[in-house]
């Protein structure tokens, strides 16, 4: 064919285009697939911030190195690509100090895990947060098509320690199969970790109180006044909270009793809500009583402070526990409101309210509670919380342990408790006559379709929802904020937690050698086909000859 072949061109008139239509698809069914060989999903950089100087959360975010699962990863060149649920706190502490970075997949429905699962998850995700990361460390929403990389990854780590020496495949299946296995490279792109100088917290607050102010039995023209707060959680492991519960049982009170004050005012309350919790120690109360204590005599001489912190948990025990840093005085209006709350849980599934008593560590840098802020200012302040102590991961989780229908039910009720017991602090209505001294009854009854528009409020930096919700019901809204200092800053915040995860699909290190050693083969093989040509061709012709003279 190449002998009768003029020029180039001529090739292609002949035989060579029906060898190309054979060999062409078979090149193509044997490589990988390029559509295939790429994933991309979006991911959330674990929350990075600073409290008083010190690092807590994730420190890094370039990420291009190969994947490994929990269990066969074993040098900083490895990058981790587990499920939450299946990691624990020791693997954690180990990748932290010797990966190279961590990809973790988020279950699907936590309300759907076993108690025992949601409590792992629970300690393994404050565990996360009190200590600063150096690695890079990604959060994915559950994903099907992650779900089965991570399944590829850890298939044989997984089967081959439990099978037994007997049913163990043979050395040369299992070299075949590590050669021809498929390998993962992990890359993450569009992410930073560079302080936000601009951040900042808000704080909203506003107040029921009567169109002109009514005289008091004693002559002042100042009404007596109770503060309520809540914070309003916007970020935890990730920056993504499925819901507030606290800022809804709060504005479901601004609405209730906004209706009750249009009517008959008794006393002055002040709403409010910063968007700082725990994690970054409560800085928008401080900035809140730093700015409004001088220049508010009333507020120093508050009866008492309500903070709310974790009240719409469907917990086993069914408490509500109010957390004080000193015992109230007996004849006290903070003791007085405290025995009212214990006779009206008693109502409403014999809830049981019980007190617990916490004292200020100053020798510690975080508080452990919202109204610890009140009682350094020597304000009379509690906190109601379904946990009894200032530890349970519970407080800065972002899952959601129950499902919405059981989340209401808890709201319902513990909303229904608190305005009540309120109510009758407020109104001098007696909890002890039962069902005959309810004030939210009839009209004014208290239903979960109130609680649930609050239910996923979010940030005022977000949208106007948290803003319009208090201009509605309250008067004199104002909205602060706290900002970092630029020398000595208090909290410091970081940009752009969210990235674009690429996993490409890679052949393994042994199979480029394994590819190395084909290729000398192949090449050995040609060349000692043409040097020993002449003898290959003698033979070939004798063989002929041979076969000839037989015939």
């Known amino acids: 064919m190449f002998e009768e072949a003029d020029n180039f061109a001529d090739l292609f008139r002949g035989g060579l285009p029906y060898y190309l239509l054979i060999t062409l698809p078979i090149l193509i069914i044997c490589s990988s697939n390029p559509v295939l060989a790429a994933s991309e999903f979006g991911v959330q950089r674990m929350s990075q911030y600073d409290v008083h100087g010190a690092a807590y959360g994730c420190r890094a975010s370039a990420l291009n190195l190969e994947a490994k699962s929990l269990y066969t990863w074993q040098t900083s060149r490895h990058c981790v690509l587990t499920r939450l649920q299946d990691m624990t706190i020791d693997h954690f502490r180990e990748i932290r100090a010797k ?41 994915s929403k559950y994903d099907g098509k992650l779900n089965g990389i991570i399944d590829e990854v850890t298939r044989t780590t997984v089967r081959n320690p ?5 049913n163990r495949e043979s050395a040369f299946s299992e070299i075949f199969g590590s050669i021809s296995a498929n390998g993962y490279q992990i890359v993450v792109s569009g992410a930073s970790h560079t302080a936000n100088k601009q951040s900042k917290i808000p704080i909203i607050q506003g107040e029921l109180a009567p169109m002109k102010p009514s005289k008091t039995l004693d002559g002042d023209n100042k009404l007596p006044l109770i503060i309520v707060t809540a914070h309003l959680d916007t970020f935890g492991l990730t920056n993504s909270r499925q819901s507030n519960a606290d800022v809804a049982v709060l504005l479901t009170l601004v609405e209730l009793f906004s209706k009750l004050h249009a009517s008959i005012p008794k006393y002055r309350l002040i709403f409010l809500v910063s968007e700082s919790g725990l994690l970054l120690n409560f800085q928008g109360m401080k900035k809140w009583l730093d700015s409004n204590l001088d220049e508010n005599v009333q507020i120093q001489h508050a009866e008492f402070v309500v903070c709310l912190d974790t009240i719409g948990k469907l917990l086993a025990n069914e408490n509500i526990y109010m957390h004080v840093s000193k015992p109230p005085k007996e004849g006290t209006s903070m003791s007085g409101f405290y025995k009212t709350l214990r006779t009206v849980a008693q109502r409403y599934g014999n809830v049981s309210v019980e007190g617990v008593h916490k004292k200020i560590n100053l020798a510690d840098t975080l508080l452990a509670w919202e109204h610890e802020r009140f009682s350094m200012k020597r304000m009379p302040a509690f906190t109601l919380s379904n946990v009894k102590s200032h530890k349970d991961p519970m407080r800065n989780t972002i899952f ?12 319902e009720r513990n909303v229904k408790i608190i305005a009540e017991a309120l109510a009758s602090h407020i109104y001098n209505v007696p909890a002890e006559d039962g069902a005959a001294g309810e004030i939210f009854t009839g009209s004014m009854a208290i239903s979960r379709e109130q609680i649930k528009p609050w239910l996923h409020i979010r940030s005022t930096q977000q949208n106007n929802d948290l803003k319009y919700a208090f201009e509605k019901y309250l008067r004199n809204v104002k909205i602060t904020y706290e900002k970092p200092d630029a020398r000595e800053p208090d909290f410091m915040l970081y940009d752009d937690r969210d990235a674009l995860l690429n996993i490409y699909n890679v052949k393994p290190a042994v199979f480029d050698l394994f590819l190395t050693f084909m290729i000398a083969a192949y090449l050995s093989a040609v060349y000692f086909a043409i040097f020993h040509f002449p003898r290959l061709y003698g033979a070939v012709c004798r063989m002929t000859v041979a076969k000839t003279k037989v015939n």
């Open 99 to 139: 990966a190279g970075g961590l990809v973790v997949l988020l279950p699907e429905d936590t309300a759907a895990l076993s108690l025992e699962d949601k409590q792992h998850i629970h300690l393994l995700e404050q565990a996360m947060m009190v200590q600063d990361v150096p690695i890079p460390v990604y959060f």
């Open 400 to 411: 959601d342990d129950d499902t919405v229908e059981e989340q209401l039910d808890a709201l």
């Open 162 to 166: 439990k099978q037994s020496t007997q």
